[in-house]
């Protein structure tokens, strides 16, 4: 199945350990909210820190989203979850974000920009910052 939406929230990711292997799990949620007349919000599951990675999702950012829809019964209730696989970001940057991931991953982080008007601190010119307190 596929789905358009804004991305409106995006959860701490959760982390499982396994009773039958030991092995850990990580799944992250990101909520997106769909456009027209009634916009729905929905809640779309992803499996492991890496995929969430690769998939660049952003506050804000607009997606087709891939998914499978899928319910499991538990003590006589029932529970449905959408579990993403593929996202594509609709308005073309993408692939920007993804090189930026990976040029970050890469590279330190630059020092700080320095204030090429030392003199002009955004005051009165008398040096103080204009705060209320």
Do not use: H
Request: with cysteine; charged share 25%.
């Amino acid at each position: 199945m596929e789905i358009q939406g804004r991305v409106i929230a995006i959860l701490e990711p959760q982390r499982f350990v396994s009773k039958k292997n030991g092995n850990e799990y990580v799944t992250t949620v990101f909520v997106i909210e769909t456009p027209g007349q009634y916009p729905k919000k929905v809640a779309m599951k992803v499996m492991g820190e890496d995929k969430f990675k690769q998939m660049g999702i952003v506050m804000g950012g607009t997606y087709n989203v891939s998914f499978d829809v899928e319910s499991r019964e538990w003590q006589g209730k029932w529970f449905t979850e959408c579990r993403a696989w593929r996202t594509q970001r609709v308005d073309g940057t993408q692939e920007q974000t993804q090189q930026a991931t990976t040029q970050t991953s890469q590279k330190p982080a630059p020092a700080p920009a320095q204030n090429p008007f030392p003199e002009n601190n955004g005051g009165d010119g008398d040096g103080s910052d204009n705060l209320p307190f």
